[in-house]
């Protein structure tokens, strides 16, 4: 029952619809060459309702949603309604209508920029709402980074001249005092730290030679009192301890005897063998002795001299 009762509403329907165009007349419809129409308001009226589609449509292709190829579609479409526009107004103007290319508003992009063409009367195609996002359509809209151009070397001379070298900072005089209260300072510093090292370095010298002429045979007095003549009454002090002629020579001595000790000894027998070494070569230039060494190799050692 519920199908034929939807049947017969879905009948009833299409008939009260029928009855009301019967009523209304026929719709007229828009001729498809505006050269056909010779009245001057049936002109107006139809570039109205262009406009009107052209509105919707633009409205529309504002959903991102709708899809690549329906976003195309109705692109192609606004842009087929807008060369219909250009030419109701051009008919509008050869049936002594107003000129609405010239009076009637501007279309504009959404930068607020004039679009050419919008008219109907440019050869261009423009892309409108979300066809702009479309792959292929967007790196036209993209703007390109403007590059920089590099200043030759004869643009960046041109803007020099003398007081970019400062060949005039001298003329009025005022640096010039500056400079000299500036300098005074600065030169007695300069001066005061140069003879505070001098003192330093000739006292080191005079240390250096002492120790010299005390290891040959003095005791030091004479070294000290050339220190003291040298330096005045400034006294040195030794930062870092000298080693004299005797411990230079009983240090390589010492690492003589260790470079022989390793060739001819295992490292096990190293530290005993060490210790009866340096026992037995005690005394500077005695005879050499033959040391036991276990079961290891004997071996003798000859004296040895710096």
Not at 63 to 80: S, V
Not at 145 to 153: D, F, K, S, V
Not at 270 to 293: F, H, I, M, N
């Amino acid at each position: 029952m519920a199908r034929n009762e939807e049947k017969a509403q879905s009948m009833l329907n299409r008939w009260l619809a029928g009855k009301q165009a019967e009523e209304r007349g026929e719709r007229a419809r828009r001729p498809y060459l505006a050269s056909e129409c010779h009245d001057l308001n049936e002109a107006d009226k139809w570039r109205q309702q262009v406009l009107r589609e052209i509105g919707r449509k633009v409205m529309e292709i504002q959903n991102a949603g709708l899809g690549e190829h329906k976003l195309r579609d109705l692109n192609d479409e606004i842009n087929k309604l807008i060369r219909e526009k250009g030419h109701w107004e051009r008919r509008i103007v050869e049936l002594g209508g107003p000129d609405y290319s010239k009076v009637g508003p501007k279309v504009t992009d959404s930068e607020g920029r004039p679009v050419d063409g919008a008219g109907g009367r440019g050869p261009g195609y423009r892309y409108f709402g979300a066809a702009k996002q479309l792959p292929g359509v967007r790196e036209l809209f993209e703007k390109e980074a403007p590059r920089q151009m590099r200043r030759t070397r004869a643009e960046i001379h041109r803007a020099i001249d003398a007081d970019y070298y400062g060949f005039r900072d001298e003329e009025d005089g005022i640096l010039e005092k500056v400079e000299a209260e500036a300098e005074g300072p600065m030169r007695a510093a300069a001066i005061a730290e140069w003879e505070e090292k001098e003192a330093e370095r000739q006292a080191a010298f005079a240390a250096v030679r002492g120790g010299e002429l005390g290891g040959a045979g003095g005791d030091g007095q004479a070294a000290d009192d050339g220190a003291a003549a040298d330096g005045g009454a400034s006294q040195f002090v030794a930062y870092v301890p000298l080693p004299d002629q005797k411990e230079i020579e009983q240090k390589v001595l010492e690492s003589k005897k260790a470079a022989l000790l390793q060739q001819y000894i295992s490292a096990e027998e190293a530290p005993s063998s060490r210790q009866r070494v340096s026992s037995s070569t005690g005394d500077e230039g005695g005879p050499a002795k033959r040391q036991d060494l276990g079961s290891g190799p004997a071996c003798y050692f000859l004296p040895l001299t710096a």
